[in-house]
């Protein structure tokens, strides 16, 4: 008797959370806290996924320099303190600092300073190579061996038939062995003195992009305040959303946010929307190009698939198939479109992506089901956050519509009446508790009574104009009572939401769709919650966002176990997780704005602010924001109250 194969088991990921990384997209360099490259594992220096070094081991004096510290300066450099003890001194302390500074694009600088009382001669010692290979190979475990090197003027080199390398350094070294891959030095210090070498790994031909076509979108913006957390928390989600820009190949004018490193360092076409749409705050620039890029990937013709944005499947946790990442991003398109216009993209730009968006509700007419549901995919679940997605489109696709003078707007409202009809009676699944959503519906109809952290985008209802929120699945009643569910311990761990509730079966705090924390859900989580009014659910998230954004120096990682909080304990990383991702990074803007309230409608003319009641993290000052396309800065008092201190001359406070 025949028995059946076992499919392929999918290749583990190496764990990355104890990592230092950089990232300068497209450049990445990741390094193990003591900051020796020593060719194993995923650790090296990468250019557009291709591993240009893997090694790159210091001795000093004949000896390995013991770890001190590893630490980022920012998101596209890290230091590494080590120090020798020669023997030149009596005693057992160090005599020689080593400061190794290495930054995302392949430059390190490695300074060596003497604490001796005399001159020493030091023999330094770099010991280099590489494999050359793909990052998708190397997290595969087949990178394969180190390849040999040659003598390339002041450094070495490696070819394959793909790809090469070269490592320079300055000074010279004295000598360079190729067939050991070693470059030494004998440097000279007297007391006190320091003497640096500087390496600069790249590759052989690279290319630059176009002049001009490099320009960072996102403005510069600062926070500052009671808790001086917030700013460097803010400081460091601007600063990653920077590093993961990438240009599209087709139009370098146009960048989009990377997924995340070191696995997706790439177009993810929800993830960018996600970010973009999120980053609104830091101007409409990034939103416009990220549409731009994803409007030339639109399907066209007449197939089912026409008006959809491509994009692959995403794992849907225990209970569901992976779900198609595409319907998403579909979805997203005319809802970041919309709310882009309401924050002050010109004209002209919406008029330009608007066929792009009807194209989206086209699709998404064509797609809904005889239930007038949204499957994800067909003919798989009708997920609750697709319906509110689809649901959230429609509206702001109405909203756009109708701003731009073209027809279908009533057509789209009326059909958004009929699916909150049709959700809450499907959906909503009563109980002695108050009852809750359903995750999603089965083809057959019957529910999946789970609650998750994707129940939060049943609050996220998108911006309309004058200041407006659009309404939501949920009546208030009900909304209510899923703000009292996301504010309590089986979903709020302290840490931010949870990705499905504590007691739920299958609930894994590593998940990443059955318990773990994902920090732009919890970010969408406390917007919504403090749009909707729930002040002291929405507080209480947010706090627990800015603590684990604490505890992980400000980079908060794509997700984190849900461990429940206790006292003196800190949030556990989850070891797969990309750090720093899009989606987190761009969740600290959201968050903050949130807090601040900031609700514009740059067509009208207009800006409200609706801060979160009792400013849960005291004064807040946001500066450098972008609002009409000039600069915008709100204070937010002790008290809650909201003060615009800047904006466009054009604007007037409403709401």
């Known amino acids: 008797m025949a028995h059946p194969v076992p499919p392929a088991r999918r290749p583990e990921l190496p764990p990355v959370h104890g990592a230092v990384i950089c990232v300068a997209a497209p450049c990445l360099v990741i390094s193990p806290e003591h900051g ?34 590893g630490r980022s300066l920012g998101a596209d450099r890290a230091a590494f303190t080590a120090t020798v003890r020669t023997g030149a001194e009596a005693g057992p302390d160090p005599d020689i600092g080593v400061e190794r500074v290495r930054h ?79 470059l030494r030095w004998q440097l ?65 004018a146009d960048a989009f946010v990377a997924a995340g490193v070191p696995w997706r360092l790439g177009l993810a076409p929800a993830e960018s929307l996600w970010a973009a749409r999120m980053a609104l705050p830091l101007g409409t620039g990034l939103a416009a190009a990220t549409l731009r890029t994803l409007a030339r ?24 198939p992976p779900g198609c990442t595409g319907t998403e991003a579909t979805l997203a398109f005319p809802a970041v479109l919309a709310e882009a216009r309401r924050w002050g993209l010109p004209e002209e730009e919406v008029a330009r992506l608007l066929p792009a968006a009807e194209r989206c509700l086209g699709w998404l007419r064509a797609a809904l089901g005889e239930d007038g549901l949204l499957a994800d995919p067909d003919p798989g679940p009708r997920r609750c956050e697709t319906q509110a997605h689809a649901h959230r489109a429609a509206l702001l696709g109405a909203d756009l519509l109708e701003g731009c003078g073209r027809p279908g707007a009533e057509a789209w409202r009326e059909w958004a009446a009929d699916l909150r009809e049709r959700f809450r009676e499907r959906f909503w699944l009563d109980g002695p508790d108050g009852g809750r959503p359903a995750a999603a519906l089965h083809p057959d109809g019957r529910p999946l009574p789970r609650l998750t952290g994707a129940a939060a985008h049943l609050l996220d209802t998108g911006l309309l104009g004058g200041g407006r929120l659009a309404p939501g699945l949920l009546d208030r009643v009900r909304t209510e009572q899923l703000a009292r569910l996301l504010g309590a311990p089986v979903m709020d761990s302290g840490w931010g939401l949870r990705s499905m509730a504590f007691r739920e079966p299958g609930h894994n705090p590593f998940g990443h769709r059955s318990g773990a924390v994902r920090a732009h859900e919890s970010a969408v989580a406390v917007a919504g919650l403090a749009q909707a009014g729930f002040e002291k659910e929405a507080a209480g998230l947010l706090r627990g966002l800015l603590d684990a954004a604490e505890s992980f120096g400000y980079r908060l ?7 429940q909080r206790t006292l003196g304990s800190v949030p556990l990383p989850h070891p797969a997780a990309c750090r720093p991702a899009a989606v987190a990074a761009a969740a600290g803007v959201h968050a903050l704005a949130a807090l601040a309230g900031i609700r514009p409608d740059a067509p009208a003319g207009t800006v409200a602010l609706v801060p979160l009641a009792g400013a849960p993290l005291g004064a807040l000052r946001l500066s450098g924001l972008r609002v009409a396309g000039e600069p915008f800065a709100v204070r937010i008092s002790r008290l809650g109250l909201g003060m615009v201190e800047e904006a466009a001359d054009a604007l007037q406070l409403g709401g």
């Open 557 to 563: 990682p794509e997700m984190y176990a849900a461990e």
């Open 297 to 320: 990937t639109q399907t066209g013709g007449r197939g089912p698939d026409a008006g959809m944005i491509p994009g692959p499947l995403r794992g849907g946790g225990p209970q569901l």
């Open 104 to 182: 995302a694009d392949g430059t390190e600088r490695i300074t060596l300073r003497s604490f001796t009382t005399r001159p020493v001669r030091l023999p330094v010692e770099l010991s280099l190579g590489t494999d050359l290979a793909e990052l998708a190979a190397v997290a595969a475990g087949r990178s394969g061996p180190e390849l040999p090197a040659g003598v390339h003027a002041a450094g070495l080199r490696w070819s394959s038939a793909e790809a090469q390398a070269v490592v320079a350094a300055d000074p010279a070294p004295d000598d360079a062995l190729a067939s050991a891959g070693l």
């Open 188 to 252: 000279e210090l007297a007391p006190g003195e320091s003497r640096t070498i500087e390496l600069r790994t790249s590759r052989a031909r690279a290319v630059r992009a176009p002049a001009g076509q490099v320009a960072n979108p996102l403005a510069d913006a600062r926070a500052e305040g009671d808790d001086p957390r917030a700013e460097a928390w803010f400081r460091s989600s601007v600063a990653d959303l920077g590093a993961l820009l990438l240009r599209d190949r087709d139009e370098p």
């Open 36 to 69: 020796q490259l020593t060719g194993q594992g995923i650790d090296g220096i990468y250019h557009s996924g291709r591993r240009l070094l893997s090694r790159c081991v210091l001795r000093v004096g004949g000896r390995d320099p013991v770890a001190v510290q």
